[in-house]
Structure formats: C-alpha cells, structure tokens
C-alpha cells in the first residue's frame, strides 16, 4: 500500500491494479475512520449491455428466464437509447461476498465513487441493519438463486415451457403479497431451503407407486365434528402472506408448482427489506461515499479535478427538485437520505438549542460515527424519519404536508408546514409514507368454504378510503383462482366492517393446476 | 477483495428473456411490424428497426389502490401557510397531461433486429417456406479475397505485402543499409590512420552484428493472402414497378400495389443479394421516378400502358442485359386503357417484354368494398386474359382488400413455379 498523499491515479484511466488501490484506500478511511464493518468485496467489471442486462433482472447476476425480465430489458434498453435514462453507476447485491458491479465506462474517479458508495456504504448496511439480519441471508442467496434457475429449467424440461411460465406469471402477481411482514420462529436460511427442497423431490419419486392409484377412494371423515373456529386455526387463518397460503394449502397444485411458488415467496421475502429502507440505505451509502471521497482529496490521494469531478456527479445525484419543478417526482432518496446523514452529524457536533431539545440522547454527543452506525443498525426508514428528521431540515426542504379529500369541495388543505406548529404533523405523515403496513394494501385470507364449494375468501380492508384498482384486480383474482382451481372472492370493507366491494372470480378452463 | 472481469463473457442473459418476450407478444409485434412497414419505404422494410407495442398488451397486474383521501409531504413550499386551501389540478388539465404522460409509460419502441423483423414481417404472410425453397436454389459458395493473415499456406504468402512490412521494420528498427556498410568499407580500405581505423573497425562490427539482428525478412513480416467462402448469388435481379398514375388510381389502390411491390421486394433481397428497383409511373406517357414520386407524386392525366412498357424496354436494353440480369415487373393498374392502346401493348408484351422476363404480374386494384368486380372485365384485364390463353406468361391477379395482397402474391408465385416447369 502506498502511503498517504500519494495519487491513486492520474486522469481518467484505469486498471486492475488500479481498482485494487482504490479499494484499499477506501477501505482505510472506512474502517479506521467510520468503523465500517462489512462483507467481503468481490468487484465485478461489466459492459453497459450488461448493466441493463442485470437491471432487467431485479438486479441479481443469476435469475431464472422468464419472459417479463425480457419485457423490462427491452423498454430500458429503449429509454437508454433514447437517452430518456442514464445508467445507473452501480449495482450492489446483498450477498456474501458482497458484489459489486462496476462500468467499464465509468473514469477512474468515478470507480473510486462507486466502490466508496456500494463496496463500503451499502455493503456495511446490508450486513448491520437489523431488517437485512432479520430477512435475508447473504451467504445462501446467490447459491439458491443458482437452484432456483436450475430447478425452473429442469420444470420446464418436464412440464412444458408454458404451465411452468402460467405458474410463473401468476406467482408474480401475488409476489408484493407473498411476504411476511413480521419476523416468524426462523430467520430465512436459503442454503437448508434448497437442500430440502432437493430432499423433497427425492422423497416424492421414492414413495412414487402407481399401484395406489387402483386403491379405491376411502370415504372421508365426517367434517362436522371440525367447528369453524379450529378449521381456521389449523389453516392458519387470517393469513396475509398468500403466496405461503396457496403453498402450504391450494388443493390442486402439484408439488413442483409449490415449489416454484415457494421460490418466488423467497425472493419476495429477501427484497423485502429493501424497499423499507430506500431512504436509509442509500443515505448511508451517499454519506459515506462523501466521507470516504472527502478524506482521500484531504490525504492529497484525489487531485482537484478528480474531486471537483466527483462532486459534480455528488451533486446530481443528492439533487432534490422542488414540488412545482417538472423533474419532481417524489423525495429522492439520496438527497432525503444525505441530508439526514449530515444533520445527525450536526447535530451531534455541533447542536443548536433547538436540536437539544428534540434530540436529548444524541445532540452533542460527539461520537458522530458510533451514532450514525447505531442508528444504520436499528432502523428503517419509517422509524428513521419518525425519529430522526429535524425541524432545521424540515425548514430547509421546505417541506409542507397536503390534505386532499375527494369530498372536501374546496380544494387541497394545507395541513401543516414548516414552523413550530407544523413539524411533528410534518414529520409523522413523511414517516407515514414509508411506511409498508400504510403503503401495501392490507389484504388477508379470511376463510375456506372447505364443505362447499371450496371458495376462497379474501379481505381487503381499506385504509382511508382507497379501494383497488378494478381493473388490475380482476386480473390478478384470475391468476389466484388458476393457482387455487376454485372459486376466489375478495371483499372489501372500510374500518368499520362495512362491504364496499366484493369480486367473484372463477378459475380458467384450462387452469394452472391441471 | 476479489476482483472479476464480466466483460469478457458476455453471454448476454437479456437475449434468451428477449426472445421469450418476443414470442410472448408475438401477436402484438406483428401488429407494429405490419403497421410500421406500411408508413416506410419499400428499402427500409429490410432495415429491421423500431416498433411500438403497448406496454399494458404485456401487463402484470398487481393490487393497486386508487382514490381516497391522501397525504403527502412535499418539498419546496413557496408561499403557503398552514390552512391554505389549494385548487384542484384543473380535472381537465389534468387529463390532458396526465394522459400524455400515460402514453409514454404505456407505450414503448423497441428495436429489432433486421432478421427478427424480417421474419415477423414474413410469418405474418405465411411467406418462409417460399422463400427457403427459392434460397436453397440459388445460393452458391464461392470464394472471395478477405485481407491478410498471418497464417496460411506457403502457396498464399503475399510477398508484396511481405516485402512492405519487411521494409518498414527495417526502417523502424534502423537496419544499416547495404550502402552505408559499403562506404564505411571503402573509407576503411582507403584509410591510413590507425586509431581511425580501429574505429573504423569497430564501427562496422556493430553495424554487421545489427544487420544480423535484423533480419532482412523476419518470419513476423510474413503475411498470406486470406480466402473466406461466401454464398455466392448466383445472379442479380431488377425489379420493375409499374403504375398507372392516372386519375382514376386512388391512394387506396397505390397502397395496395405499394404492399405488392413490397413483397415482391422482400423475396427478391432474400433470393438475390443484389437487388434493383424501377419505379416506372405512367398516364399517358411514362416516365422514371423516385420512390416518393412513384407513390406520392401528384400526376394526372389519360392512360396509355404502352407508354410504361415502351419505357421499361429502353432501360432493360440500356442498363439491365437479360443475360446477366434476372428482371421481375409488377403492373398495377385500375385496368383502364385506351382501346386504341390495345395492339401495341399486347405487341409490346408478347415480343418484348415477356421474354425477357423471369415474371410478370399483372395486379388489377380496386376499390376497398366495392362492387366494380363484379362489373365486365376492365379493357387491360380482358387483353391480358387473350394474351394469356393465347399462352403468353402472364399472372395476373384483382385485389382491393390489403388483406389479399398475401394470398394473391402466393398464388402468383406458385403459378410461376408450374408455369416454369412448363416453359
């Protein structure tokens, strides 16, 4: 390793001894200096065609094929042609080692970004955080990823291109439904998963007898006995997470389309703590990413240039427009997420009155690094911005919270902004938008008409008067009445258990379970 | 820390999901393709290239929900305090942007390749069998130069390009040249001087060892002349496009001889790797013209259909020999002629045009749901037919719906086939 204040590289260009120099660099400031605990790195160099390539599948270096990941491809590779979207820099897989993509196209400043960003920022999140802990495993991902594309292959072989993609399709449409939103008995262990699943198999073909098939059908036990109650206590009822429902208990499914079933509940399950800490997570990596970059330009390792250039890109990435700009859609999380960073940093720096206040534990506390990594472990976003959002960035977003209820004939309230009355009203609603119990419609299995028609029975209980989509609805009922072969119907009612919908779908003719 | 090169295997993923999105939307790709051929010019069909699809023709539904009383926290505030009443987006307005939004989301182009194109454009018209039966003929391997390589037989060794790249090595690595040698040489046998002659001496060593060091030739200058086997056409093809401008040919029927011209196109480049067009238009003159003319341009005027096949017999005699060419002519017309006209176009046809030609359509338009088939044969169809029974090869075929344009250029295919048999 070279000694500090000597240049990592010279212009634009770069190599592998390169990268490796970067990265060892990096890994100095993070460790020493924030205290960064994380994966170890595997940083893969890839061709714009393969960025958009990993894009269209969620991402992951291995996916099995289905035809939506062709749709996704074939409509950002038109948007980036059209220039309508730049490329992401990087992308980040929370695995173990922690992989990394990065351009070939990128300069060397912005390598040394990316590494800082994804290699570091994210790399220590994903292993700290307590919803990644709780959710995914790191180290079984990539191997059950490698299963799953071989086991959807081997389907297809077998069973036809076109069951197992009906199967597939109907899957993804119950995928945001498919999760379980409080952790359970188990964390989620990938490796056993497959290795059971292998077990599985192996136990169906053993115990295969055709013989059996001639034993005439024993007539079934009186159901009456079975009282409504214990019924749905042995089904698990109410049960949010319908994709595990339809798996453990679809009547007609066979079992390697439970199987398949399973496999997409999975990797539902392991975005799952993505998407409740979009804000958190890319905070954290953009924050360190400026401390990472700062400290090297400071060591005299980055010129000027390759610093003026990387916060060039900085700045466009934690970029927030204003509500009535045309590029406005939605807080960005880099900038949301920067700005918190750097205000806790503030604020145990250097507090104003204000911030003593509201923040007694952290404000002053002069441990800046100990008190962002404790907050990166235990938080997700919505709990992070209840707790952690400031009046002073509250007033510099200029942040204000609208009301609008269809009934109200005056227009849009105004419900709170940015002054001594409106802060905590501020805050409590962002929060509110991050939060996924709010943001997924709450939608149950309620019952099993087990002694008629086998009806399945669903509840959507609406929350401030949203109702779903009609028709996206219908659809995604067909697909859920193919993968249960009878009947579905979903009912929809308000807080106070009052009916304001109900959909009846029947199953295709030719449905998914043949 | 672990460091991978991805780029070196490219093996893109995207391709097999690719092609299974393709398959997939099939029915809808074929419908951009089909629409997107219709607004280009008969060239680009080939081109493969953008199409548009719906994106909701694809869709993956999932529960949404609409309406109901939102909250939102928005950055930026300028001017508003608490209790602020906020107008409603104009509900019109609103539409109107948000439907134009909307469009971009649910809409996409994408590119095709030229055979991915192709291909759907040709699936579409149930075409392939034809046109493989065609290729399988007429292709050929032949051989072709292609550059210099490295390697090879001593029979290739290109010595020009051996001797060049020999010379300038010799010049990059400042081989002494012979004269150079031969004067120090001299200066040497002529010099008296001890100490100048030693180094004299020494002087020439060097120059002798660095002669040896380079080579004159080095094996690394060698290069050898490269063959690459390449299907070999085994003739090219003109394709004459002839149209009644006249009047009574309205852009419903210019489309429909537009679509057959089209086709006829599209089977050519397949069978030929080398392809003329003709776009010949007449009323009662004819005359040669661009593509955008031939279909676009305004003319008007009477009809003489001698005229067109007088013009296409100056430019085979004058630019395309049926020795070396294999000349195609489509006819379009609404089957008015002068009567007048009659002798000399069968005249025309029968001792000029048709023996030089591997085929003739004729292609009579009509009127989209109109009755006039059922009318007497036009004077152009009725001296055709005569021609025709009289034994002359002719196909010939009436359309007026775009759907029939396919059947009725595989049937005249097919025709031709026997009809070659025949002859």
Redesign the interface.
């Known amino acids: 390793m070279g000694s500090s204040g000597e240049r990592l590289f010279e212009g634009a260009d770069w190599d ?1 001894q390169t ?2 120099r970067i ?2 660099a990096c ?1 100095q400031v993070a460790r020493k200096e924030l205290g960064l605990d994380v994966y ?8 714009a ?2 960025m ?2 990993a894009y ?2 969620v991402g992951m270096p ?2 099995y ?7 996704q ?3 950002q ?3 980036y ?2 220039g309508l979207m730049g490329l992401a820099y990087e992308i980040v897989i929370n695995s173990s ?1 922690c992989i990394s ?1 990065l351009m ?1 196209e990128n300069t060397a400043t912005m390598q040394t970004l990316v590494i800082a960003h994804a ?1 570091f920022g994210h790399n220590h999140f994903f292993k700290n955080n307590y919803l990644f802990k709780q959710w995914t495993d790191a180290d079984g991902i990539l191997d059950y990823l490698e299963f799953a594309k071989g086991y959807i292959a081997a389907c297809e072989d077998r069973h036809g291109r076109e069951t197992v ?1 009906r199967t597939l ?1 109907a899957a ?2 119950l ?3 498919g999760v379980d939103r409080y952790p359970g008995k188990k964390t989620l262990d990938l490796r056993a998963e497959e290795k059971r699943a292998g077990e599985r198999r192996q136990h169906e073909e053993s115990v295969f007898n055709d013989l059996w098939r001639t034993v005439p059908n024993i007539k079934a036990k009186s159901k009456a006995t079975l009282t409504a109650e214990r019924r749905r206590a042995l089904l698990g009822l109410p049960q949010e997470n319908i994709l595990y429902f339809l798996e453990k208990t679809a009547p007609r499914l066979a079992p390697w389309q439970r199987e398949l079933i399973r496999i997409v509940r999975h990797i539902a399950q392991y975005f799952y703590p993505q998407g409740q800490t979009k804000v958190m997570n890319e905070g954290t990596a953009t924050y360190v990413h400026y401390r990472i970059m700062s400290r090297l330009h400071q060591q005299g390792r980055l010129t000027d240039g390759n610093f003026l250039e990387f916060l060039q890109s900085h700045t466009n990435v934690v970029f ?6 045309r590029r ?1 859609s939605g ?1 960005n999380p880099y900038a949301l997420g920067f700005a918190m960073m750097q205000d806790i940093e503030r604020i145990v720096k250097n507090p104003e009155d204000e911030d003593r206040d509201w923040f007694p534990d952290i404000a002053g506390k002069g441990d800046v690094e100990g008190v962002l990594r404790e907050i990166w472990s235990n938080y997700r976003d919505e709990s992070f911005i209840n707790q952690f959002l400031s009046p002073a960035l509250i007033r510099r ?11 109200e004939s ?10 001594e ?2 802060y905590r009203r ?1 805050r409590r ?2 929060a ?2 991050y939060d996924v119990g709010f943001v997924d ?1 709450n ?1 149950e299995v309620m019952d099993v008409d087990l002694d008629g028609d086998r009806r399945l029975m669903l509840r ?1 209980t ?8 009609e ?3 219908r ?2 009922l067909q ?1 859920l009445a193919d993968l249960w072969s009878y009947d579905v119907a979903l009912t929809e009612v308000d807080g106070t258990d009052k009916v304001l919908k109900e959909y009846v779908v029947s199953p295709r003719a030719a449905a998914v379970a043949a | ?7 070196l295997n ?1 093996g ?3 391709l ?10 099939k029915a809808l790709v074929q419908g951009a393709v089909k629409k997107s051929s219709q607004d280009r010019d008969i060239k680009d069909v080939l081109e493969g290239g953008e199409v548009t699809i719906p ?1 909701d023709g ?21 001017k ?9 987006p104009n509900q019109s307005g609103a539409k109107g942007s948000g439907a134009g939004e909307g469009d971009s989301e649910d809409a ?4 095709l390749s030229r055979e991915e194109f192709v291909d759907l454009f040709l699936d579409d018209l149930e075409l392939p069998d034809l046109a493989k039966r065609k290729l399988a003929q007429t292709e050929s391997e032949g051989i072709q130069r292609a550059g210099y390589a490295t390697s090879g037989s001593p029979a290739n060794i290109s010595i020009s390009r051996t001797v060049s790249r020999a010379l300038a090595r010799r010049v990059a690595l400042r081989r002494p040249r012979k004269d150079e040698i031969e004067a120090l040489e001299e200066e040497l046998a002529a010099c008296e001087d001890e100490t100048r002659r030693a180094e004299l001496l020494a002087l020439l060593e060097a120059l002798r060892a660095k002669a040896k060091r380079i080579p004159f030739i080095d094996p690394i200058d060698i290069r050898y002349r490269r063959f690459e086997t390449v299907p070999k056409p085994v003739a090219q093809a003109v394709m004459f496009c002839l149209m009644d401008v006249s009047g009574s040919m309205s852009e419903h029927m210019k489309d429909l001889a537009k679509r057959f011209y089209m086709l006829l196109y599209v089977f050519l480049k397949r069978r030929y790797k080398h392809v003329e067009i003709v776009f010949i238009r007449h009323t009662d003159r004819a005359e040669e013209v661009d593509e955008d003319t031939f279909f676009h341009g305004p003319a008007s005027g009477g009809t003489l259909v001698s005229s067109a096949l007088v013009a296409m017999n100056d430019i085979v005699r004058t630019r395309f020999r049926p020795a070396d060419w294999n000349i195609y002519a489509a006819q379009a017309s609404d089957g008015d002629n002068m009567t007048s006209d009659s002798g000399l176009t069968g005249h025309l046809l029968t001792d000029k045009i048709l023996p030089v030609c591997q085929f003739f359509a004729y292609l009579e338009v009509g009127e989209a749901a109109n009755y006039t088939f059922d009318m007497p044969d036009s004077s152009l169809w009725t001296l055709y037919e005569r021609l025709r029974n009289d034994g002359a090869p002719l196909s010939m075929r009436k359309v007026s719906e775009r759907g029939e344009i396919f059947p009725v250029f595989q049937d005249l295919f097919k025709r031709r086939t026997t009809s070659q048999e025949r002859v």
């Open positions: 592998f990268l490796q990265h060892d890994e170890p790195n595997q940083i893969e160099v890839i061709t065609e393969q958009l390539d269209s599948s291995l996916f094929k289905h035809w939506s990941f062709g749709k491809f074939a409509f590779e038109a948007s042609r059209k080692p993509y070939e290699a993609e399709d993804h449409a995928m945001s439904h927030q427009p204003e509500f009535d700009d406005y807080f977003f200029r942040m204000f919270h609208l009301h609008d209820d269809p009934a005056q227009g849009i309230k105004v419900d709170a902004i940015h002054d009355r409106g501020v609603e962002l509110r938008q419609a939608i959507h609406t929350v401030k008067g949203a109702q779903l989509n028709t996206d609805t659809r995604v697909h | 820390m672990h460091i991978v090169d991805r780029r490219p893109s993923k995207s097999e999901n690719r092609q299974r999105f393709l398959r997939r939307a994106l694809m869709d993956e539904p999932r529960f949404r929900r609409e309406g109901g009383t939102r909250d939102m926290v928005l950055p930026g505030n300028k508003f305090v608490e209790g602020d009443w906020l107008q409603r996409f182009r994408f590119v």
